[in-house]
């Protein structure tokens, strides 16, 4: 055989290693694409960032970890959580050195059991979690505090999340009564260089603070918002970027006199956005927008009622400036009734972020969550930290109807999974008597996927009583990104002939 030959077959056989020759279609002259359609597989490998949970020595804080079961994923698998501490703490963190990990506060079991694990006072680090193979697909860790006294008291919830470039946190504010800090963990060997811009009613907020903050290899920063800028604002836009690496990023929200929660970061810049299940018994919800592009927006603001979409009176549209926070009080807009935003443009769509903060109770029992805009539920999202009491499962579909299954896994202690189907009409929202594993002892999971019709979106409401407040935080349930589409593809050698 020829040396050029043999070249020719080693090259082809490298490139099929690196690249796996990914050719949707062999040149035929028919002009026509023979490709198969993608696949959806797996992911492999999952990484989810937690913040540090609280600074009152008060806080008793529960971590719930929980993997749905995936077909097709790989039979092996571990997922883990390692501490992420303070720049400010560790010299190691700041020149790129690991320390050694303590004991994680749970650890994650099997798919389809989740996992808790509890911590008490102010020094519980982020975490900075991984999780492979089987473990990998869907994975969700939820972090709930409850704090029984002091600014921020009640229940403060939040979902672990991913790793990325840019944030938007719409709701976040400077006020006096309000103390709101950023939260950046690195989950990556190299430091990573993060902005931060705040902006309130009149446009962006003047500060130097927040340009070019490092956050150190596999530790977290927080940032108290009133200390970026010097100006008292009721609702400001905290936006996040990263020049550098990637972090995960999420607001805490202190108050006074209403508690606390997180505030997540909002669904990305769009012209139509869905903020699902308000509160049915919420005494005042505030709906904060901002749109960064130089365009003002005009959007039609409507209720998605179990009876369909209504428009609350006197709200009919809202105003947004272009580079300005706005701010619109829509008071009890529920009226006893579950309840979720849909905005969409009067005109010509312009992207917008958007969040409400939400009330319960009045006088001094009053307790505040956040529900920024989110992103369908898509084929699957999990709520992992859920209870026997006090959980509310919103279902809206905004557009056209759908059929949505939601699963209760086994309970961390005991019980087995049941299933119920619902059907959610358009136009409405829902919330519905979700499914509890029979024979529960300890928390479960819910598993929600759509199974037909147009797009759904959801959040959970995790109540708990304490005298006579009750403590309550929202989590919204976006795709957890379980599977990705991967195109067919199979060896092509046409590819090296001319």
Known sequence: M????????????????????????????????????????????TSLLCPAPSTS???????????????GADEKGEAGLTTAPRGDESGDAKDGKKEKAAKPPV????????????????????????????????????????????????????????PDTEFWFPGASTAAGRTDYVHLTNPDDSAAVVDIELYGKDG????????????PPHGTESLLLSTLADVEETDVTVHVGVRSGRVGAAVQALDDKTGGDWLTAAADPAGDLVLPGIPKDATAVRLVLFTPGGTDADLKVRLASPSGLITPAGHETVHVK??????????????????????????????VVAAVRVVRGKGGEQESAFIPATEPVGARAT???????????????????????????????????????????????????????????????????????????????????????????????????????????????SVLQR
Not at 140 to 149: F, I, L, N, Y
Request: aromatic share 2%; charged share 15%; net charge negative.
């Open 204 to 215: 962006a907020l003047e500060s130097t603070v927040g340009e070019g903050v490092t956050v």
């Open 2 to 45: 020829k040396r050029t030959t043999l070249s020719l077959i080693a090259c082809a056989a490298a490139l099929a290693a690196v690249t796996g020759f990914a050719a949707v279609a062999t040149p035929d002259g028919s002009g026509a694409d023979t490709a198969a359609p993608a696949a959806r597989l797996p992911v492999e490998r």
């Open 383 to 493: 709520a992992a930290d859920n209870r026997a009491k006090g959980t509310t499962l919103a279902l809206t579909a905004p557009g056209e109807g759908a059929e949505v299954k939601v699963t209760a896994s086994a309970g961390t202690q005991g019980g087995t999974t049941a299933t119920k189907t619902y059907t959610v009409k358009a136009g409405t929202t829902q919330n519905v008597e979700a499914p509890v594993p029979a024979g529960l002892k300890g928390g479960y999971a819910l598993t929600v996927e759509t199974v037909s019709g147009g797009p759904v979106h959801a959040s959970r409401t995790l109540t708990v009583s304490d005298d006579d407040v009750a403590s309550f935080t929202v989590q919204t349930l976006p795709d957890d990104r379980g599977t990705v589409s991967v195109p067919n593809a199979e060896e092509d050698l």
């Open 107 to 162: 650890e994650p079991k099997e798919p389809g059991t989740p996992a808790t694990g509890t911590t008490s006072g102010s020094g519980t680090p982020a975490l900075i979690g991984t999780a492979e193979g089987a473990q990998a697909p869907g994975w969700t860790v939820q972090q709930t505090t409850e704090v029984a006294a002091g600014t921020g008291r009640g229940l403060q919830g939040v979902n672990c999340t991913a």
């Open 322 to 351: 272009a580079g300005m926070t706005t701010g619109v009080d829509l008071g009890e807009v529920t009226r006893g009734e579950a309840g979720s935003l849909v905005l969409t443009p009067t005109d010509g769509a312009v992207p």
């Open 57 to 71: 020595d008060l806080a008793e804080t529960q971590y719930t970890s929980f993997t749905p079961v995936t077909k």
